[in-house]
């Protein structure tokens, strides 16, 4: 507790209104090249983009070429009349012209350089302007007067008075403007010749220092003390809006966004956004005063050139930093946040605090703590009470006084890093050893589930549903019923050192670990997610989490800073994000913990290890123009190569080779390419292939050449794409062809001829063996022939001797059938009789068969269905049975068997017949049918049916068929031919035979 006659000055030191240091100059992101870098000269005179995306750079040491990380310097050794440069124009040829001030002019174009002088027309050695009318023709401002070119032919410009002049502009109507450098303005057109200067116009000095047409056709019109303005018919005096005694304009330009640009001779440089104005000076991030020129290129970027500090690029407009404060240079701010008022409070690592008011930035260095006590947060609330968290216990500062909390008031630890107040206004804390609550002037102590000796708590939020959570660095907790549990919906993910917590307006939480990542917690997801490197997070360091009022989260990272675009991540699960680190424009290195917050005009604001950082979203307009890609040199063996030394013609332009065919021998090649991307030369990315070798895309990479050894003979095309720094890719490759010639004896020519040679030598040759075989083919013809009627004689008698022999089987068959029939006449058993005619029947089916044989041609197979029907008109005699009793359906395809299957399945049909005549007919009555189907299914397998419409199986069919021979053979028949056989009783009996013929 302090003593009360300090309780005033306390409150207003730390209230930042003692002592107070207002904030000091914004810097801006400015990049700069020198000679260091490859500049060969410091003074810049003039800047041009030319249409390959190149920066021309005048310089008074030759002209440089640059593509945003090299510069190419052409001198007066590369074709120029000097390298003294002034001026560069390109014209709408796309030629570049390129002015000198001691030895006259030179046009560069397809790769080469033409001189201009006395012997063309040109008669002045110092050229100051050149532009272009709509005409065509180029026109020249220099110390000899107004010059222009028409049809390549040089005419001095007579209508104005014979003096230098400094600049020229023609109008659309054909009308000149041209300045002095001692007399004023002078304009000539249909009308006549008017003359401006000091005395007569609102021109602030007759000495012109440059003149600029807008697109709205006004003409801005510098001087060495000012500036005017001339629209239509109208000139007018512009104040330029700082208060210095130099205001000698060099060079005026508008920007993409409608910004006027005006650069100072020796007093930096202005923007004019059409309400307000901003200067740019050395404590702004400008290397020089002294500016010469500007420039924009058409991805929205400044180029200034300066008088003796090179080139430099103004990009990234929408941060702006805070690095120098007087006393403080390069503060670390650790706390950083805004009160319901939309002031910001910061705090530094070594204790000072300050606040944000109005557009300044007021600093205290006399605070109450000891020197070296950092600030981690300061909480401001509406009864103007203030808690500053800091390394050294909390102080809480009132109107009244202010008082100091330490571990000998009860805090667990003198590491606090939050003192966050509730609805009922009690004070929570953050401290390095747990969690306290501060109510009614007493401590109460939370503790951590487990075993936990030591646990930083880094981080507090109480969410939209009135719950607490809380980040330590072991893991995630919530305060439930009064006690402190680890968070089980995050358990899966084992997260520590959790830095900071953060929720949406849709209730969505999300919590960031240090090289962890981000844990998402969606009730309306299944379950919760973590962002990690693998779903495309670029750092997993998390140090602050921040949502913004535009649905953005923000999240500070030892590298760098991501804006997260929230509604695609609920939606979809899915990452987008945009990446600012040092390459576009954020130069804070690195977020502090939880140093990220918001003012109501919409900026958001960083605290950095450098400083404060200040984000202004309406400014932020991501690079939409793809990269400018070409190839810089196609080498042999990774060694330059001479190309013209070679053979080969070169293209003007792009100096590779054309119509590049090389031998089988040189086939190993590099491809040294680039791509131009101003705002961000690092951060380019490639992709390449090389079609007729390979068909798909490189992986995206940083690298700017590829090699391809060994390449075998064939048609190419090298294909490359680039990605700019905000990740837009070249929408069509460019291309390079070439091909590989294959030696000779793989050329088509060569085996064609070897082809023709080849088959006249066959064809030679066949024509010989053709005359030798057809002596030959006539002697075997005959041979053959005799040999074929000999075979045919055989055939026949063996095809005799076979029938021969069936018809003698048959014939013995027959009378062992009659042997039969007459021994059957003296039996008188009904049962020996039955087996008598069973034998018969058995014997007469394979009689048939042999019938069947020595009748038909067809000695090797026998016809089923000829074959079953023949079989059953013998019992139907053998039975005395005729067809309108009982009714035969036969269904059987043409289909031929070998003997031994036909006797099987002869034997088989017999048997089953037999039964069906036998039995099933009992009532002579019934109108009987017998079927007999056989079917083949997909699987090559035959199915063979025999049923009638008879009385059926009798109920003890299964015993009787052990004791009937007959039945018994069926089964042992239908083994023989790889089936089965199954009786069933389905409106009379059906038995059904599964079988497979042999192939």
């Known amino acids: 507790m302090i003593k009360r006659p300090l309780y005033i000055a306390v409150v207003l030191s730390v209230l930042c209104v003692l002592q107070s240091i207002h904030v000091g100059a914004q810097q801006y992101n400015f990049r700069n090249w020198t000679l260091e870098q490859g500049l060969p000269q410091s003074q810049v005179n003039d800047i041009l983009q030319a249409h390959t995306g190149h920066l021309w750079i005048a310089t008074r040491g030759g002209v440089s070429r640059f593509n945003g990380k090299q510069f190419y310097t052409y001198t007066n050794e590369s074709g120029l009349t000097s390298n003294n440069v002034s001026v560069l124009f390109e014209d709408k040829q796309n030629n570049i012209w390129i002015g000198t001030s001691d030895r006259g002019l030179v046009k560069y174009t397809a790769g080469k350089f033409r001189k201009y002088g006395a012997e063309q027309g040109f008669k002045a050695n110092t050229v100051f302007d050149i532009t272009e009318d709509t005409r065509g023709n180029i026109w020249f401002a220099t110390e000899e007067g107004i010059y222009y070119l028409n049809n390549n032919s040089f005419t001095k410009y007579t209508t104005l008075p014979e003096q230098p002049y400094t600049s020229v502009v023609v109008m659309p109507d054909n009308t000149v403007l041209a300045g002095s ?76 966004y409608g910004n006027l ?31 010469n020129t500007l420039a924009a290129d058409k991805e929205g970027n400044i180029w200034i050139g300066t008088n003796g500090y090179g080139i430099q690029q103004y990009t990234s407009p929408w941060f702006i930093h805070y690095f120098d404060f007087a006393e403080l240079n390069e503060p670390r701010v650790t706390a950083l946040t805004s009160d319901n008022k939309g002031r910001i409070w910061v705090g530094t690592e070594e204790g000072n605090t300050a606040y944000l008011d109005g557009g300044r930035l007021n600093w205290n260095l006399n605070t109450l703590w000891p020197e070296g006590t950092t600030v981690h947060r300061i909480a401001v609330m509406e009864d103007q009470t203030t808690w500053v968290a800091t390394s050294n216990g909390a102080w809480n500062v009132t109107p009244l006084g202010a008082r100091h909390f330490t571990i000998d008031n009860g805090l667990p630890a003198n590491e606090v890093y939050q003192c966050m107040p509730d609805e009922k206004g009690n004070i929570w804390m953050a401290t390095a050893n747990g969690i306290v609550c501060y109510t009614n002037g007493a401590f109460k102590k939370y503790k951590l589930p487990g075993i936990l000796p030591v646990a930083k708590i880094h981080h507090m939020l109480r969410d939209s549903k009135n719950q607490l959570w809380i980040a330590a660095s072991t893991g995630v907790y919530k ?140 400014l932020d307009r991501p690079n939409k123009i793809y990269p400018k890609v070409s190839i810089n040199e196609i080498m042999l063996y990774q060694k330059p190569t001479d190309w013209q030394q070679l053979g ?120 010989l063996r053709e005359r030798s075989l057809v002596k030959m083919n006539t002697l075997l013809e005959m041979r053959v022939n005799h040999r074929t009627r000999l075979l045919e004689r055989k055939n026949r008698e063996k095809e005799m001797l076979l029938q021969e022999i069936h018809h003698r089987v048959k014939n013995n068959l027959q009378i062992v059938i009659s042997m039969l029939n007459l021994q059957s006449r003296y039996v008188q058993d009904p049962q020996a009789t039955d087996v008598m005619r069973a ?161």
């Open 648 to 767: 080969y013609k070169s293209d003007s332009i792009s100096g590779l080779p054309i119509n590049l065919r090389l031998p089988h021998t040189q086939n190993h090649l590099t491809f040294d390419f680039h791509a131009i991307c101003l705002s961000g030369p690092e951060q380019v990315k490639y992709k390449y292939r090389l079609k007729g070798y390979q068909d798909q895309w490189s992986a995206a990479t940083d690298q700017s050449f590829a090699s391809y050894p060994n390449l075998t003979p064939g048609n190419y095309n090298f294909e490359l794409i680039a990605q700019n720094n905000d990740g837009y890719w070249t929408p069509k490759p460019y291309v390079y062809a070439f091909s590989i010639v294959p030696p000779i004896w793989r050329r088509e020519w060569f085996i064609g001829v070897l082809l023709l040679v080849v088959a006249g030598a066959v064809l030679s040759i066949v024509k």
């Open 181 to 256: 450098q001692t007399d004023g303005l002078h304009r000539a057109g249909s009308t006549g010749t008017t003359h401006y200067n000091t005395e007569n116009s609102p021109i602030p000095s007759n000495h012109i220092t440059t003149l600029y047409q807008d697109k709205n056709q006004d003409v801005w019109i510098g001087t060495e003390e000012g500036a005017a303005i001339f629209s239509d018919t109208t000139l007018s005096a512009f104040k330029i809006p700082i208060n210095r005694p130099d205001l000698g304009v060099s060079s005026f330009l508008h920007d993409l």
């Open 839 to 999: 034998l018969k029947s058995r014997v007469r089916s394979m009689a048939i068969l042999h019938e069947r044989l020595y009748r038909h041609d067809d000695l090797g197979a026998i016809d089923l269905d000829d074959y079953f029907r023949g079989i059953c008109e013998s019992l139907y005699e053998a039975y005395g049975i005729t067809e309108e009793q009982v009714h035969l359906d036969l269904s059987v395809p043409s289909i031929k068997v070998d003997i031994d299957t036909a006797i099987t399945l002869g034997l088989i049909v017999n048997e089953l017949v037999s039964n069906s005549l036998k039995y099933a007919f009992t009532d002579r009555n019934q109108q009987g049918q017998l079927r007999i189907v056989l079917k083949q299914d997909h699987n090559g397998r035959f199915t063979l049916t025999v049923s009638d419409n008879g009385r059926g199986l009798p109920v003890d069919f299964e015993q009787k068929m052990k004791n009937s021979f007959g039945l018994q053979l069926v089964s042992s028949l239908s083994k023989k031919v790889n089936g089965r056989i199954d009786f069933k009783n389905n409106n009379g009996t059906n038995s059904i035979l599964y079988f497979v013929l042999p192939s």
């Open 479 to 618: 305060l439930v019923n009064g006690e402190i549990i680890k968070a089980p919906e995050l358990e899966q993910f084992q997260l520590e050192e959790v830095t900071s917590i953060a929720e949406d307006k849709y209730g969505v939480l999300y919590f960031g670990g240090f090289n962890y990542g981000i844990a998402v917690l969606n009730d309306k997801w299944e379950k919760p997610k973590l962002l990690t490197k693998d779903e495309g997070l670029p750092n997993e360091g998390v140090k602050g989490l921040f949502v913004d009022d535009k649905d953005n989260l923000w999240v500070g990272t030892s590298r760098n800073v991501l804006k997260v675009l929230l509604p695609p991540l609920r939606q979809h699960q899915k990452l987008s994000y945009r990446s600012y680190s040092g390459a576009n424009g954020f130069r804070g290195i690195e977020i502090n913990n939880n140093a990220i917050t918001q003012t109501p005009d919409g900026c958001i604001w960083f605290g950095t290890t450098k400083g404060l950082t200040k984000y202004l979203p309406t």
């Open 261 to 291: 640009w005006i650069g100072l001779k020796q007093n930096g440089l202005v923007k004019y956004d059409g309400k307000s104005y901003t200067y740019f000076a050395r404590q702004n991030g400008l290397r020089s005063k002294r500016i």
